[in-house]
């Protein structure tokens, strides 16, 4: 397959580069100046320099068009430099745009790296929570609200497209080897970037993986056969 990735610099789009590249597929990775061109080249990927917030929707739709993608994944962040406003343009607003020029360009596949309980907190706690994870999750909203929402309105803007989408929704993320995973409707924990990116190559190379949003966090079962579960399974933790 040929993927182009929109926040080619950052971790999991590393990740995701280089072992996707070991499996001969051809990855066009979007970053937002030259910092990492050498090393994406290294991994196998092709570079490419275009920032999600000062491109237009035609200038993205125009990338698109040229390279041809068989499916598009958003996973950048603004990682929490510049503020609020940076985040949402970034995280927010720099999908939402990715999503118009998908559509524009007539490509339909598209996955999101969003964040594990991301959700409109009016509605009633997913009743799986445990007492521990929401008081978690009450500590990352409390410290990180401005992120969070960013991601919930990136999620339901692209509920809203007539995009082919995967939603993966990560835990806490750490620099350790991937390993094994839980996908679906997990507790709050943990989990390997290389994970993350693993799920996300299987997850595009599954078609079964389409319209759901999964939890993706560290566990004893591989990526295939969980993969495979929730696509048969239909497992979504979408809550509204």
């Not at 996707?20 to 570079?47: C, F, Q, Y």
Request: proline share 3%; hydrophobic share 40%; charged share 30%.
């Amino acid at each position: 397959m040929r993927f182009l990735i929109f926040g080619g610099g950052g971790l999991i789009a590393r990740h995701f580069a280089r072992n996707a590249s070991k499996l001969d597929h051809k990855v066009v990775s979007v970053i937002r100046n030259d910092t990492h061109w050498a090393d994406l080249e290294e991994m196998g990927a092709t570079p490419t320099v275009l920032s999600l917030e000062d491109a237009s929707i035609k200038d993205m739709e125009d990338l698109i068009k040229k390279e041809k993608p068989d499916a598009v994944i958003f996973s950048a962040g603004a990682g929490g430099k510049g503020g609020p406003e940076r985040t949402r343009a970034v995280d927010y607003e720099g999908s939402v745009k990715v999503y118009e020029a998908c559509q524009g360009a007539g490509v339909k596949r598209l996955l999101l790296v969003s964040a594990f309980d991301v959700r409109d907190r009016s509605n009633p706690v997913p009743e799986w929570y445990t007492k521990e994870d929401i008081e978690a999750c009450s500590r990352v909203w409390a410290a990180i609200g401005h992120y969070m929402q960013a991601k919930y309105d990136s999620e339901k803007a692209l509920r809203e497209t007539k995009l082919d989408y995967t939603v993966l929704r990560p835990g806490h993320l750490l620099n350790e080897p991937a390993g094994g995973c839980h996908l679906g409707k997990t507790r709050a924990a943990s989990v390997s970037r290389e994970t993350v990116a693993n799920v996300l190559l299987a997850s595009a190379l599954d078609p079964q993986t389409i319209g759901l949003t999964f939890n993706v966090m560290d566990g004893t079962e591989s990526v295939d056969k969980e993969i495979e579960r929730i696509g048969k399974e239909k497992v979504d933790v979408w809550t509204g």
